[in-house]
């Protein structure tokens, strides 16, 4: 009997059982889950519905939001991995040293056009970061 293989491995918030389809989001320690029986395409997409569905009711995994403006004036459609925004007026990034002890550098900022500035050296700054990472 042949086995079909289908390339699920990039479905957010589904885990593949055995049995199924289970759709888990967790916020603030709290875990909201359904599992969906079979295989069937049909089952899939009804655990999609119900992810997309929680995603939507659910607040947002950030403590403190992107501003829409930062992100359009940039040109990006979703903030960037790893750069975390304060409202006292600083954006931070955190990485890991050959020590394994974690370093946070911040990049402050004025008035609007200062924030957009600070966000662009910060995506900066954790590019270059990784990059150096990568080679070590």
Not at 92 to 114: E, H, M, P, Q, Y
Request: glycine residues 6%.
């Amino acid at each position: 009997m042949k086995k079909s293989s289908r390339d699920y491995s990039e479905i957010r918030n589904i885990r593949i059982l055995p049995s199924g389809y289970q759709v888990c989001v967790t916020r603030e320690g709290r875990e909201f889950s359904k599992h969906f029986a079979g295989h069937s395409t049909e089952s899939l997409r009804n655990a999609e519905k119900y992810r997309d569905m929680l995603l939507r009711m659910l607040p947002s995994r950030r403590r403190h939001d992107i501003p829409r403006r930062i992100l359009t004036a940039l040109g990006l459609k979703q903030p960037v991995v790893g750069v975390t925004r304060y409202p006292k007026g600083c954006y931070a990034v955190s990485w890991r040293d050959k020590n394994n002890r974690t370093k946070t550098r911040t990049f402050s900022w004025d008035d609007a056009r200062g924030e957009v500035n600070a966000y662009k050296a910060a995506m900066a700054f954790r590019r270059t970061t990784l990059k150096a990472r990568r080679k070590a």
